[in-house]
């Protein structure tokens, strides 16, 4: 802004005034400082610029780059972020990198406020942060958020899509349900417990099995390995999230099992991948592009306004039938 301001032979304010599109220069000076600045190719510094301004606008996203419908989330954060007029920093959650590391790192880069996406860090730990900065959780439910600090949750109604995946299987005919959490992952024990509360509602306490796992394909592999070794198989598997149903897929595809013929799968997320017509997954649809936009909002809000504006925001799941699951064979 000093060399457009030098070159321009005018003070550095009425540059700053003129790029911001603020009255306050004649129409000639301003049509040489524009063309002076394009010449010169200058960008604006909106870390200074927000410096200057006594507080930032930038929100720091937590993401895990490994999971398909967090990738999907961000891809719909910054379009949201940018009509309010803030910027994203994205810091990676990554296996041999804490969560802590990550918010400290967003943290020391002035994010006004952060949107922690599917972690997995302790009640106390978010509620200690939330003291620090205004934080919003995607995709995960946190006991009495609201009534503290400006810590606000955005997310699916877990236990509900886990119903109705239960439900639509037994309507198809299927008893043998097993379910693959997700171990310690965001939201796995709420569809853990939503799978056992809807198998005893429809009588099956007894076909109740709940084989460990993760949110990923690893997992999902050991998982089908492990239901291959046993004498029989379910008709029908509930994975944790779409990622563990595609290793169970992969397993049992190339050890001949036929999906849906033999065993019907069912995913969790309605990540991008899913509907690939190659694995046509039926699974519990997320909504992400509202996921993130509320999230954003929330954020801002709560920047703004305060701890106040804090809430948990619950939305509604879609079952999504596709081509991995059928009645059971007789």
């Given at each position: 802004?000093?060399d457009?301001?030098?070159?321009?032979?005018?003070?550095?304010?009425l540059?700053s005034?003129?790029?911001?599109?603020?009255?306050?220069?004649?129409?000639?000076?301003?049509q040489?400082?524009?063309?002076?600045?394009?010449?010169?190719g200058y960008r604006?510094?909106?870390?200074?610029r927000?410096l200057?301004q006594g507080?930032?606008?930038?929100?720091?996203?937590?993401?895990?780059?490994?999971?398909l419908?967090?990738?999907?989330l961000v891809?719909?954060?910054?379009?949201?972020a940018e009509?309010?007029?803030?910027?994203?920093?994205?810091?990676?959650?990554?296996?041999?990198?804490t969560?802590?590391?990550?918010?400290?790192s967003l943290?020391?880069?002035?994010?006004?406020?952060?949107?922690l996406l599917?972690?997995?860090?302790?009640?106390?730990?978010?509620r200690?942060?939330?003291?620090?900065?205004p934080?919003?959780v995607?995709c995960?439910r946190?006991?009495?958020?609201?009534t503290?600090?400006?810590l606000?949750?955005?997310?699916?109604?877990?236990a509900k899509g886990?119903r109705q995946?239960v439900?639509?299987?037994?309507?198809?005919g299927h008893?043998?349900i097993?379910?693959?959490d997700?171990?310690?992952?965001?939201?796995?024990?709420?569809?853990?417990?939503?799978?056992?509360?809807a198998m005893?509602?429809?009588g099956?306490?007894d076909?109740?099995?709940?084989?460990?796992?993760?949110?990923?394909e690893d997992?999902g592999?050991?998982a089908?390995?492990t239901?291959?070794?046993?004498?029989?198989?379910?008709?029908?598997?509930?994975?944790?999230?779409d990622?563990c149903?595609?290793?169970?897929?992969?397993?049992?595809?190339?050890?001949g099992v036929?999906?849906?013929?033999d065993?019907?799968?069912?995913?969790y997320?309605?990540?991008?991948l899913?509907?690939?017509?190659?694995?046509?997954?039926t699974t519990?649809h997320?909504d992400?592009p509202?996921?993130?936009?509320r999230?954003?909002?929330l954020?801002?809000?709560m920047l703004?306004?305060?701890?106040?504006?804090?809430?948990?925001v619950?939305?509604?799941?879609?079952l999504?039938?596709?081509?991995?699951?059928?009645?059971?064979?007789?």
């Amino acid at each position: 802004m000093a060399d457009v301001a030098q070159r321009a032979g005018v003070s550095r304010t009425l540059v700053s005034f003129i790029l911001d599109g603020k009255p306050g220069a004649s129409q000639e000076t301003r049509q040489r400082v524009l063309a002076i600045a394009e010449e010169l190719g200058y960008r604006p510094d909106s870390a200074a610029r927000l410096l200057a301004q006594g507080r930032s606008r930038t929100l720091g996203v937590m993401t895990d780059v490994r999971q398909l419908f967090q990738a999907d989330l961000v891809t719909a954060i910054y379009p949201a972020a940018e009509k309010l007029g803030y910027e994203v920093l994205l810091s990676a959650n990554l296996p041999d990198r804490t969560e802590a590391t990550v918010v400290d790192s967003l943290l020391s880069h002035r994010c006004g406020a952060l949107i922690l996406l599917g972690t997995n860090s302790t009640n106390e730990f978010l509620r200690e942060l939330a003291g620090r900065a205004p934080v919003v959780v995607a995709c995960r439910r946190l006991p009495g958020v609201g009534t503290g600090p400006a810590l606000a949750t955005v997310r699916t109604n877990d236990a509900k899509g886990i119903r109705q995946a239960v439900d639509y299987l037994v309507e198809l005919g299927h008893r043998t349900i097993h379910h693959v959490d997700g171990g310690e992952e965001s939201g796995s024990a709420d569809r853990s417990r939503a799978y056992k509360s809807a198998m005893r509602s429809h009588g099956l306490g007894d076909e109740i099995t709940v084989i460990p796992g993760a949110h990923n394909e690893d997992a999902g592999a050991a998982a089908a390995r492990t239901m291959l070794a046993a004498s029989t198989l379910p008709t029908a598997v509930l994975a944790g999230n779409d990622r563990c149903a595609l290793g169970i897929l992969d397993v049992f595809t190339r050890a001949g099992v036929d999906v849906p013929g033999d065993v019907s799968l069912i995913g969790y997320d309605d990540s991008a991948l899913s509907e690939n017509p190659r694995i046509d997954l039926t699974t519990i649809h997320q909504d992400a592009p509202e996921i993130a936009c509320r999230s954003v909002e929330l954020a801002v809000n709560m920047l703004v306004e305060g701890a106040s504006r804090a809430a948990d925001v619950v939305l509604e799941p879609t079952l999504v039938i596709r081509g991995t699951t059928g009645p059971p064979r007789d």
